[in-house]
């Protein structure tokens, strides 16, 4: 157990509908990541927040957003779904974002399936 | 931008034998390189990192890779494969800021007994 918490652990819904899931980081991690796992894309890098401001954006679609509350949990939002977005979606904490000492602790994911 | 290249989506040893699991990363500064391990429906688990304090690292599991910077490589290894180190395997690098990681495509073992 990594100590990171993800809700739902399994998703499933209708195509143009919108969803949101929860991270909640590890106690004392302020920062945290958002990756989507899909088997012809990889692990892609959506999105890092650090104590509640946004840090970088990688290949997140505008129909996606995030955010992180001042509890330091996150929520990602994805709006408008596609067949496309059926992945495996997980976030990721740690302590700082300091270089060499980032190591990430891994959610167990949740798996979105639209239909 | 730094990203890493991971040699063999596929890799399939015998029990007891030699893991090597390639990765090689593209940075223009010394970087900061993981290697995790994915089992089958759970996240990612840190196997080890490369900080610049050792150019051998160890990490969990009796895995560990050498940072070699004449080959910008980071290579996974284990003695002797376990049928337990049947997962995916990926190498990270942590971009300069510290703001983002990039993941490569992941190598798939597989142990055969």
């Known amino acids: 157990d990594s100590g990171v918490t993800q809700t739902p652990k399994h998703l499933i819904t209708a195509t143009g509908q919108r969803v949101t899931l929860r991270c909640s980081p590890r106690?004392?991690?302020?920062?945290v990541y958002w990756y989507q796992q899909s088997l012809d894309q990889g692990l892609q890098f959506l999105i890092h927040y650090y104590n509640g401001e946004e840090r970088a954006k990688g290949n997140i679609l505008e129909r996606f957003s995030a955010q992180q509350f001042p509890d330091l949990h996150s929520e990602l939002n994805l709006s408008s779904l596609e067949l496309g977005d059926s992945a495996l979606y997980f976030c990721?904490?740690?302590?700082?974002?300091?270089?060499?000492?980032?190591?990430?602790?891994f959610g167990p994911g949740t798996r979105l399936t639209v239909l | 931008a730094q990203s890493v290249t991971q040699l063999g989506s596929h890799v399939s040893v015998s029990e007891g034998a030699l893991v090597l699991l390639r990765c090689n990363y593209s940075s223009s500064v010394p970087p900061y390189l993981f290697w995790y391990v994915q089992y089958p429906n759970q996240g990612l688990q840190l196997l080890l990192k490369y900080t610049s304090a050792a150019t051998l690292v160890k990490g969990i599991n009796g895995f560990e890779a050498e940072f070699k910077k004449s080959e910008t490589s980071f290579h996974l290894t284990k003695p002797s494969a376990h049928m337990s180190d049947a997962a995916e395997y990926f190498c990270a690098v942590e971009s300069n800021t510290g703001n983002q990681f990039y993941f490569g495509t992941g190598t798939s073992l597989t142990v055969i007994p």
């Open positions: 106690s004392g991690d302020l920062s």
């Open positions: 990721a904490s740690s302590v700082a974002f300091s270089g060499g000492y980032n190591e990430q602790f």
